[in-house]
């Protein structure tokens, strides 16, 4: 299959036109919808001739994928500059644990970045432990604790950019570039920035994860997760996850793919949007911190404008100095924003998180907020107009400050 950033065109083209050859979409526009347990051979010598060969794009079982699953992985190859090849999983965090299950082994230490999404964490915590594999949980924004905690056995690390909830960026070429000179493979959850934003492997990680429920779905109506890689981890990738035995949905495919088309037009909209917002906080007496990497403030935004040629809608702010009744009147108020989990859809939500449990080694947030400031939300901007939804987050600190 085409690899890699091969085309010479830039990002925005290549959403249009990737995965989209004559192999798989035959004479239509996108490629048909594939509903296939099933392939049928000519004869015993063409299903043993296949047999041997597992490659992309070979129909030869359902479980291996059929051809509107791979103009899926193609299309997330073309946009990651440095990938050989994309495994697509029935969910984010199945993409999360699938690589990790791949390239750890019993007995092997991986090193967590201490802002993980709080699945990854629990898998780390579970599964990984039950199978030999230790973990260490370490402060993103302190690369020298960062490498000091690397071990004979450390096999793994496992990034985040920005941090779950929180939202510091880290230096992803340092702590990658590090990983690397000490024998371990760099994996980083990419699913804020996407390699539109953020094209990790270029920077420097071997696997670059993406929950494509997100950004690339946005409609919130489809899960589904990705794993991109040079040559040498694609294939351990890919091996993980047939013996895994994941699959998704061809339906399911077909949805990512057409989300993909326009997530260029809604990264950027829904960004604009979140910064105005985001800004408007950040200007409000009730508002002690926005955590947003496109504001300054946040630790790593200078990292953000450095490394990153995009954001997106999602971001947080902590309130200041209420309790969760206030919070929750402010949230219970809101008309635009949804009340829920998951980002990237089309609609704005909001999710009120506690900062306080959810860190174990960093000392930010804990070192520069008073404790009273823990009552935080987070949202994710959607594409509602802009000035409706402040006037909505208006509304809910009204109803805040009335209590
Ligand atoms: C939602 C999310 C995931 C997991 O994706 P699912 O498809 O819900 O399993 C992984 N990482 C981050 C940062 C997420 O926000």
Redesign the pocket.
């Known amino acids: 299959m085409a690899g890699g950033d091969d085309t010479g065109y830039q990002p925005a083209t290549r959403l249009v036109t990737s995965g989209r050859s004559g192999d798989f979409a035959g004479d239509v526009v996108n490629p048909p919808i594939w509903r296939a347990s099933t392939h049928l051979y000519d004869n015993c010598a063409e299903l043993r001739a296949r047999k041997l060969h597992n490659e992309d794009g070979q129909f030869f079982y359902g479980r291996r994928g059929a051809p509107t699953q791979w103009a899926l992985a193609e299309a997330l190859t073309a946009l990651e500059p440095g990938a050989a090849g994309t495994v697509l999983y029935p969910?984010?965090?199945?993409a999360?644990v699938g690589a990790l299950l791949a390239v750890l082994r019993s007995g092997d230490v991986l090193l967590l970045a201490d802002n993980a999404?709080d699945?990854?964490r629990n898998a780390a915590m579970g599964l990984l432990k039950t199978f030999g594999v230790a973990h260490r949980f370490f402060d993103p924004l302190d690369p020298n604790a960062y490498e000091e905690s690397f071990c004979e056995r450390t096999r793994a690390v496992m990034l985040?950019v920005p941090g779950?909830l929180t939202m510091e960026v880290c230096d992803i070429p340092a702590l990658a570039r590090i990983a690397r000179e000490k024998g371990a493979v760099s994996l980083v959850?990419n699913?804020?920035a996407t390699a539109l934003g953020f094209p990790a492997l270029k920077h420097g990680c071997d696997i670059a994860i993406t929950?494509?429920?997100?950004h690339v779905g946005g409609h919130s109506d489809l899960?589904?997760?990705a794993a991109s890689a040079g040559e040498r981890w694609y294939r351990r990738l890919r091996l993980g996850a047939q013996q895994l035995g994941h699959v998704v949905s061809p339906d399911d495919a077909a949805l990512a793919l057409r989300g993909l088309r326009t997530m260029g037009v809604r990264l950027e909209k829904e960004s604009a949007t979140a910064l105005a917002v985001a800004e408007w906080l950040h200007a409000r007496d009730d508002v002690a911190h926005v955590l947003s990497p496109m504001l300054p403030g946040t630790p790593g935004h200078e990292i953000w404008q450095r490394d990153f040629t995009g954001g997106c809608g999602l971001f947080s702010f902590v309130i200041k100095g209420r309790d969760d009744a206030a919070r929750c009147r402010l949230v219970d108020a809101l008309e635009l924003f949804g009340i829920g989990y998951?980002?990237g859809g089309f609609e704005s939500l909001a999710l009120p998180f506690d900062v306080e449990p959810i860190r174990s080694t960093m000392s930010w947030p804990k070192k520069d907020w008073g404790v009273e400031d823990r009552n935080a939300v987070r949202l994710s901007i959607g594409l509602e107009d802009k000035n409706d939804l402040i006037a909505d987050l208006a509304n809910g600190f009204a109803a805040m400050n009335e209590g």
């Open positions: 969910s984010g965090l199945a999360l999404y699945p990854t985040e779950s959850d699913t804020w929950a494509l429920t997100k899960m589904m997760g998951s980002w």
